[in-house]
Every structure is written in C-alpha cells, then in structure tokens.
C-alpha cells in the first residue's frame, strides 16, 4: 500500500544547528510529496511541496528534494531557531489512492536557545 | 478572512451524549475532510466529501456520521461518545489534484469524560 515513514521523534537541537528529517514512502505510482509544520497548539500548515522527480521544495529556510531512485524526501535546515520548534509531518498524495493525503507518524522537535 | 473555520475549537462532553462538530471553508475548495489525531500526534483520515457527495469513508465507527450541506460545509456528528473518542478533529479542504495540498483548519479538541 501506500505509507510514508519518518525518523521517529523527539529531536532536540541547539540554536544554529543543522536539522534533517528523514523520510521515505511507498507507493504504487508517482506520488506528490509534502511537507507540513504543526506548531503547539495549532493547526497543520503546508511547509513545503515536490510534485516530480528532482523536484526542490522550499520553504523558510527548509529544503526537500523528491529522489524517486531512493524513494525519500528528506527535510533540511542550515540553521534552526527556537521559532522552528514544532512537530513536522512528512505526506504524500497519489491519484489512484482518491489524492487522500497519508500522513507520517510526525517528528517532534525541540529548539533550544 | 479565516480560510478552514471549526468551532468549536474544545468540546468537553460525559460518556454517552451526542455532539457535533463544525467546519466551513472560503477558499472554494471542492473537496472536505476529517482527520483525527491522537494523543501521539498521528493523523488518520476519516472521511472526505467532493461536492457533497462522500468519496472516502475510512474504517470509522458508525457513531460517527458526517453531513455536507453544500461544499463549503462539512459537519461530523458523533453519537454515544466514549473514551477513546477523545482526540483533536481537524477539518480540511482542498480541490481534487495530487499537487495541491490541503488547507487544515486549527482543530477541535474533544475530550470525553
């Protein structure tokens, strides 16, 4: 079927510091991959998007590049603040699969000043 | 200028009673959805509605009844509540094209005791 897996959570970083999110899926066919920022007590926000192959999402500082040889879409940031501390969901949508968006387990991550 | 609107935005209810909750959207979207998640942050789909007419109905109690008197509302109706009902329900909107994302609203808490 089709599912998405993500580096399991909590993350907790230094101000500065380099963040990368893992994430790959599975899918029959060409999924759009996303990436959504849920801050504490608030809604999902869309962060960033790829719809094809090589595609770069990019959003805020946050990077994610579709790699349909290795099935991922990794979250990247240079320099983390303390305002980026979130839970960070990585999704994908497919045609076939009525364009439902199906959701990661989400990754925690905590900012430190 | 809210564009995914719910309310309410907390529910308290006992075991046993009955409650709705609202959603309405602005932006024009054709399609509405109900995710639920839980206390790990995981977000399942419960149900999405395409110009009224249901077009995803994940494994979902039967307690659990969506309504959508036009587009541009999408109301869920839960009878009998328990527990494990207890939850934050997001509603979302998008239009029907895998590279669109959706736009969620800020969530409903519901806790049942």
């Known amino acids: 079927g089709n599912s998405v897996t993500q580096m399991e959570g909590p993350v907790t970083l230094s101000e500065e510091a380099f963040l990368t999110i893992n994430c790959t899926y599975t899918a029959t066919g060409y999924p759009s991959l996303f990436w959504y920022v849920q801050y504490p007590g608030e809604g999902l926000q869309l962060l960033l998007k790829?719809?094809?192959?090589?595609d770069k999402g990019s959003n805020k500082g946050f990077e994610a590049t579709y790699r349909k040889e290795t099935t991922s879409f990794h979250l990247e940031k240079g320099s983390v603040q303390v305002s980026d501390s979130a839970v960070y969901f990585c999704a994908l949508r497919l045609r076939s699969n009525d364009y439902k968006l199906s959701f990661g387990a989400g990754t925690t991550v905590t900012v430190r000043a | 200028d809210t564009a995914v609107s719910q309310t309410p935005k907390y529910l308290v209810t006992q075991m046993g009673n009955d409650k709705s909750i609202k959603c309405e959207q602005n932006l024009g979207h054709d399609t509405m959805y109900w995710y639920k998640q839980d206390s790990k942050k995981f977000l399942k789909i419960m149900f999405s509605y395409n110009n009224k007419e249901l077009i995803i109905n994940e494994t979902v109690p039967n307690r659990f009844s969506p309504k959508s008197p036009d587009k541009a509302h999408l109301n869920l109706h839960i009878n009998s509540l328990e527990l494990g009902d207890s939850a934050v329900y997001f509603c979302?909107?998008?239009?029907?094209?895998?590279?669109?994302?959706?736009?969620f609203g800020s969530g409903t808490r519901l806790t049942v005791v």
């Open positions: 790829a719809t094809k192959a090589d």
């Open positions: 979302a909107s998008s239009q029907v094209d895998r590279y669109v994302g959706y736009t």
